[in-house]
């Protein structure tokens, strides 16, 4: 039994020992609207508003990461703002993007003077997450509650798209 225990520690502090994905803290509302106008008038960004301990935000993010698989582009980017406090970086931000593994950008927006930015967002924005915006230069559509299905997130892109007159690089052309 002890050589089990043994054999099975390396793997253990190994696991313990991976990093993180990378992640941006943005201690205030400015640095994030300086992120989303360096991406350019022609890119399009999908930026979803979300917290480890919002459980339909979380239930969505499989959604965010196959879209960014398909899409993903100098054109195209996939942001993921975290809106936990930067006291829970640590114990639950951290483990949590090491479990889940997403591909998109992932930030964490810290600014707590919630009142003054979730306008500058979007207008009719509340405030509530999981919460989903399309920018593309001065043009943006909110969509201010969990997407139910890939489908669904793939229908609100889409129309943006149409919108704004962007056709986006398929990366997995029919693997639907």
């Given at each position: 039994m002890r050589k089990i225990y043994l054999s099975l520690l390396p793997i253990l502090l190994l696991a313990a020992l991976l990093p993180a994905?990378?992640?941006?803290v943005y201690d205030d509302f400015a640095q994030l609207e300086e992120r989303i106008n360096r991406a350019g008038e022609n890119t399009v960004l999908l930026v979803n508003?979300?917290?480890t301990w919002c459980a339909p935000c979380v239930d969505e993010l499989p959604c965010f990461d196959e879209m960014h698989q398909d899409l993903a582009s100098e054109d195209f980017q996939v942001i993921l703002i975290s809106l936990d406090f930067?006291?829970?970086i640590e114990p639950a931000l951290i483990p949590f993007l090491k479990k889940w593994k997403l591909k998109p950008e992932v930030a964490v927006l810290a600014d707590q003077n919630a009142d003054s930015w979730i306008p500058k967002v979007h207008p009719?924005?509340?405030g509530a997450i999981p919460?989903?915006?399309m920018i593309c230069g001065k043009d943006r559509d909110l969509h201010p509650e969990k997407f139910d299905s890939y489908q669904d997130l793939e229908e609100f892109v889409?129309?943006?798209l149409r919108k704004v007159n962007k056709v986006p690089k398929m990366r997995r052309i029919?693997?639907?």
């Open positions: 994905q990378d992640f941006t508003f979300w917290a930067k006291s829970r009719d924005w509340n919460a989903t915006v889409f129309t943006f029919g693997s639907r």
